[in-house]
């Protein structure tokens, strides 16, 4: 039997009034997002319901989280089955569960042979929740390379790091952040870090030195302003981490997984980091894992037993809803989706751009596109869109972040294009 919008039990969790939601999380949550007055009930594929029976296309996919679509029925399936038969707990990390260890073999195995100059002996992963708990264990594995490997005092490893980075926001990774809001107040902040503009390389080879251990590095900015390095960028990042030693570390988080039309951004370019940061959409934005996957002889070298933990770590019910994803994703070719349909979109927006007095550039690869603003406020027409049932968001303040699911179809291709000509064309 089919949902009716116009009857408010059927729709979500509850059926208070928005106006109690917005009261109730300002009374009792924590203020520390901007959100837009709009309370989101219900969730399916690429769109998002209200109460009211409004149908809001899904243009952000929670920062890449959810890039199979939301409650796909596969990934669904899966979990629910997983619920049913017992087999979805968390469990202490003192035994084994098969579905964990199948999973990191999938991932393992995905992820193309990383750091090939250690050796072509496979990958290892090592499994958290959010992505910035991977960020911090890649952070680890660099800083143990650099006292194991290189001789580096302990304490003394330096990473370098670039401008307008996001990692996440714990209080090792807002200390190399270069936006004040995150980490003002929030001292004594953690040394070790040196930065760079990104895009740079001349800027990078000047600050590696003797205590450098590694180069951490987005292959596209998302939160920094939608931006793609120069060609050759990554290469010669490669060849800097090669020359001198170091661990190249890529994270992935919001450009991997097929988002920029390739399965990992790195691949545009044919660039093999040491290791490698994924996260939100490896479990289809069902629940929290991420991952840091490194080649087999770092991971040995700087993890034993004791040296790292995390008890809901890949526990059974992500691994189950990570393996549904991977399936999924080759199953539905998300990847050959994400590339063409993203070079139609793109397409259409910069014929768009084209005849608006707004836009000042568009960039992007696949469905990871940003629409950079003249007037420097983005959010002004994330908040039109959302009027009008669409929702984006901005991007370093200045830019439109695009960024949907990559199951979308033709119409809504249509729908994105038409509606951002609504608030961009005068």
Known sequence: MAISFKDKTKIGYSTIPDKEVFDIDDIYGAKHYRRLKTVVRKTQGAWLYTQDGRKILDCLAAYSAANAGHHHPKIVAAMIKALQENYASVISNVVYTDVLALFLKRVATLVPQLGPRFGNNGNKVLPKNGGVESVETAIKLARYFGWKEKGIPDGKQEIIVYENNFHGRMITI???????????????????????????????????????????????????????????????????????????????????????????????????????????????????????????????????????????????????????????????????????????????????????????????????????????????????????????????????RISPPLIINDDEVEYIAEHLEKVLVD
């Open 174 to 400: 807002i200390s190399f952040s270069t936006n004040p809001k995150y980490k003002e107040g929030f001292g004594p902040l953690t040394p070790g870090f040196k930065i760079a503009r990104y895009g740079n390389l001349d800027d990078t080879e000047k600050l590696i030195n003797q205590n450098t251990c590694a180069i951490l590095v987005e292959p596209m900015q998302g939160e920094g302003g939608m931006y793609q390095p120069p060609k050759g960028f990554l290469k010669g990042l490669r060849e800097l981490a090669d020359k001198h030693n170091l661990l190249l570390l890529f994270d992935e988080i919001q450009v991997g997984m097929g988002r920029t039309g390739k399965t990992f951004c790195f691949q545009h370019e044919n660039v093999v980091p040491d290791a490698v940061i994924l996260g939100k959409a490896i479990a289809g934005g069902m629940v929290p894992v991420s991952v840091m996957v490194a080649n087999r002889s770092l991971m040995d070298m700087a993890f034993s037993a004791g040296s790292d933990g995390s008890t809901f770590g890949g526990y059974p019910l992500a691994a189950v809803a990570g393996l549904a994803a991977l399936d999924l994703m080759e199953e539905e070719k998300l990847v050959e989706r994400s590339a063409a349909t993203g070079k139609i979109l793109k397409k259409k927006i910069m014929d768009i751009a084209a005849r608006s007095s707004h836009v000042k550039e568009v960039r992007g690869e696949g469905l990871f596109i940003g629409v950079e603003v003249k007037n420097g406020d983005a959010m002004v027409f994330c908040e039109k869109l959302l009027k009008i049932d669409m929702l984006c968001n901005d991007s370093h303040h200045h830019t439109i």
